[in-house]
T-cell receptor, first 110, second 115 residues
């Protein structure tokens, strides 16, 4: 069963425009969700996690349990935001077994 | 502090050959993981370990074996390579216990092609 769905494989926006990367999940318990990012020629790394309620590099993500969503948003996209973004759900808290979505390639155009 | 180091970065295997992907971390993390990523797909968990001497299957363990004799090392073994194992493999680690924030630290990946 697909636990994490990222409906957009590719997303292009212009610099300065708002950006929203969609993530929907299916999980019967209390979810723990993350966004990971992979910049060109870099390792996959954590961007933010929902329990921290933090803003990283201008990005925020709010957990909406009613809509089972965890969309990633930024009001003004920058060219350096171009990267592959993965939404991830922790299935087994103790062992931190993450299940990942298929990813969205974000391109910010000049 | 190198973090998570995987070797080799690239490898081509013939069907039926065996090989081991090496993974080592220098962060004294208890938890280690092996993921595979097929084109256009998300990462899928193969095996994981919560400490030395303890391993368990993930979502797609068939065709693979692992061992965890030390905290630092978590090698992934392919015994009889098949074309379906053509993929990019990622090793990751995370801190266990009370300090566990859920963050995984990834290696650079190993691209394996089975012909």
């Amino acid at each position: 069963a697909q636990r994490v769905t990222q409906p957009e494989k590719l997303l292009s926006v212009f610099k300065g425009a708002p950006v929203e990367l969609k993530c929907n999940y299916s999980y019967s318990g209390s979810p723990e969700l993350f966004w990971y990012v992979q910049y060109s020629r870099q390792r996959l790394q954590l961007l933010l996690r929902h329990i921290s309620r933090e803003s990283i590099k201008g990005f925020t993500a709010d957990l909406n349990k009613g809509e089972t969503s965890f969309h990633l948003k930024k009001p003004f996209a920058q060219e350096e935001d171009s990267a592959m973004y993965y939404c991830a759900l922790n299935l087994v808290r103790a062992a931190r077994q993450l299940t990942f979505g298929s990813g969205t390639q974000l391109t910010v155009l000049p | 502090n190198a973090g998570v180091t995987q070797t080799p970065k690239f490898r081509i295997l013939k069907i039926g050959q065996s090989m081991t992907l090496q993974c080592t971390q220098d962060m004294n993390h208890n938890y280690m993981y092996w993921y595979r990523q097929d084109p256009g797909m998300g990462l899928k968990l193969i095996y994981y370990s919560v400490g030395a001497g303890i391993t368990d299957k993930g979502e797609v363990p068939n065709g693979y074996n692992v061992s965890r004799s030390t905290t630092e090392d978590f090698p992934l073994r392919l015994e009889l390579a098949a074309p379906s194992q053509t993929s990019v493999y990622f090793c990751a680690s995370s801190r266990g216990g009370a300090g566990n924030t859920g963050e995984l630290f990834f290696g650079e990946g190993s691209r394996l092609t089975v012909l």
